[in-house]
């Protein structure tokens, strides 16, 4: 089933269907029997991830219940997050590792290694998987019971107006966040950024049946965008443990190594990333909210 809304779909109703469908299949992939537990945690949390997203376009319309529906969102993706954190420091050490010099692979593999034990230890602790579904059943009901009021909200629902006031506000808030990160880029800043590409990415693959702006090509862009800030911020963790852990690769002086060969590969995603942010944030905001027109009914 696409992502998208339907072309005639009123947005609000669209949006909520939508985030019911979210959340619906954040507890199925959860209860797949067939996948292993680490694929079912990554499939769940994506799908929290877009229902937030959601949520957030929707915040004029559902108010005080759209804010309670993210941060029971937000505290179930939580409950997942150790074992995929786990996950993640393992599958950076080992990419690493893979493309490393001799000097560097011998230190790198001890670090995959001891972190590929702390994620097998991590899953056979296992998250709380019963609990979660529970939770993600329960966020199911509330939203599914929460009605669409008869008055639009302050931004209105008349055309596809929500959705491009949405995509609007997640434009503005990336490129203020990418102007942040390129003053300072530090590890919070990109992460911020990151999160405020994700969003727009959500948003624009809601919309691109439906506007102009959020095409095919767009919305690859912003997928390959967030994915180097992941890969940036994935190596920002890794350096922590190397700096907290060194014994982790043999020592300091391996320690170092491996110290150096993060932060240089991280120099080098986040030059990409604001190589293909220059593209993806080069207009004002006013310039972008102008090309978000509603696209003609196909004849």
Excluded: C
């Excluded at 179930?76 to 010099?101: E, H, K, N, Q, T």
């Excluded at 809601?206 to 095409?215: F, I, N, V, Y």
């Excluded at 972008?288 to 027109?293: E, I, T």
């Amino acid at each position: 089933m696409s992502f998208a809304l339907g072309r005639r779909e009123a947005a609000a109703a669209g949006l909520k269907r939508r985030l019911e469908v979210e959340i619906a299949a954040a507890g199925e992939a959860l209860a797949d029997p067939a996948t292993a537990a680490e694929a079912r945690i990554h499939a769940a949390r994506r799908r929290l991830k877009r229902a937030r997203s959601i949520l957030v376009a929707l915040e004029d319309v559902l108010g005080r219940a759209g804010r309670q529906a993210r941060r029971r969102l937000r505290d179930i993706a939580r409950m997942l997050a150790g074992s995929r954190d786990a996950d993640v420091l393992a599958a950076a050490a080992a990419s690493l590792r893979d493309a490393a010099g001799p000097d560097e692979r011998p230190a790198l593999a001890r670090l995959a290694a001891s972190l590929a034990a702390r994620a097998a230890a991590a899953h056979a602790a296992a998250a709380p998987l019963a609990a979660v579904a529970a939770a993600l059943a329960e966020a199911e009901t509330v939203v599914a019971d929460t009605a669409l009021p008869g008055k639009r909200g302050r931004r209105g629902d008349a055309g596809r107006d929500l959705l491009a006031e949405a995509l609007f506000d997640a434009y503005k808030a990336g490129r203020k966040a990418m102007a942040a990160a390129l003053a300072s880029p530090e590890d919070a800043r990109l992460h911020a950024w990151r999160k405020a590409v994700k969003h727009r990415w959500h948003l624009s693959r809601l919309a691109e049946r439906r506007l102009a702006g959020t095409d095919r090509t767009t919305v690859n862009r912003l997928d390959r965008l967030a994915e180097t800030l992941g890969q940036e911020h994935d190596l920002a963790l890794l350096a922590v443990v190397v700096a907290q852990a060194p014994e982790l690769t043999g020592g300091a002086e391996a320690a170092g190594r491996v110290a150096a060969l993060v932060e240089r590969r991280r120099q080098m995603l986040a030059e990409a990333a604001f190589a293909l942010g220059s593209a993806l944030y080069r207009d004002k905001p006013k310039r972008f909210r102008a090309g978000l027109a509603t696209l003609p009914e196909a004849g």
